[in-house]
């Protein structure tokens, strides 16, 4: 099976700051990721398919990049309300599987 | 509006089986898919596996292959999901989500756009 590292585990950040987390997929998956945040207690929200197709709605400071075996979420300018735990998620042909997830932290 | 919205909370001994629904609603049922992710408490998103809400057709993991059987039932779109022979590492909450399929050039995509609150499943004697 393909395997997703996701990278890093968790961060330490400030409002304002530019942050990138990354997935690696141990083969190539062409453009199959999508990106999801989660809050404590809430269930998990789409930000980005296709790599890098932001959702409607979804603010333009979020981007993601990347494609064959590395992929990027980028928050540009964080936000109070983007400290959260994102996922990566592939969905190539084999079994689908998400990132071991990102947490992202108050500094 | 879209809304899925899984049964009941349940308690169970190893070894039982349990099933959850998932009722979709504000939507057609059967142009979407049914996707099945868990999360034991403080641990990362696992994914378990799809169903279309056309044609029944499932893909789940290999680590449930056994265990779990997927279907649906589009004359109330509901989806349900049945794990069998639980142990106690099953313990988790469980969500539904509508699976997207999209085209774009010279490609497919995949994502999930609406959850369910998730139910917790507790495996314990």
């Known amino acids: 099976d393909i395997q997703m590292t996701q990278s890093p585990s968790s961060l330490s950040a400030s409002v304002g700051d530019r942050v990138t987390i990354t997935c690696r997929a141990s083969?190539?998956?062409?453009?199959?990721v999508s990106w999801y945040q989660q809050k404590p207690g809430e269930a998990p929200q789409l930000l980005i398919y296709?790599?890098?197709t932001l959702k409607s709605g979804v603010p333009s400071r979020f981007s993601g990049g990347g494609s064959g075996t590395e992929f990027t979420l980028t928050i540009s300018g964080l936000q109070p309300e983007d400290f959260a735990t994102y996922y990566c998620?592939?969905?190539?042909?084999?079994?689908?599987?998400f990132g071991q997830g990102t947490k992202v932290e108050f500094k | 509006q879209v809304q899925l919205v899984e049964s009941g909370g349940e308690v169970k001994q190893p070894g039982a089986s349990v099933k959850i629904s998932c009722k979709a609603s504000?939507?057609?049922?059967?142009?979407?898919?049914i996707g099945w992710v868990r999360q034991a408490p403080g641990q990362g998103l696992e994914w378990m596996g799809w169903?279309?809400?056309?044609?029944?057709?499932?893909n789940n993991v290999e680590k449930f292959q056994d265990r779990v059987t997927m279907t649906i039932d589009t004359s109330t779109s509901t989806a349900h999901m049945e794990l069998r022979s639980l142990r106690s590492d099953d313990t988790a909450l469980y969500y539904c989500?509508?699976?997207?399929?999209?085209?774009?050039?010279?490609?497919?995509?995949?994502?999930?756009?609406?959850w369910g609150k998730g139910t917790t499943v507790t495996v314990s004697s």
């Open positions: 989500a509508r699976v997207v399929r999209g085209d774009q050039l010279y490609s497919v995509y995949y994502y999930m756009d609406f």
């Open positions: 504000g939507y057609h049922f059967s142009s979407y898919g």
């Open positions: 169903i279309s809400g056309y044609n029944g057709n499932t």
């Open positions: 083969q190539g998956i062409k453009n199959y």
């Open positions: 296709a790599a890098s």
């Open positions: 998620h592939r969905y190539d042909s084999g079994p689908w599987t």
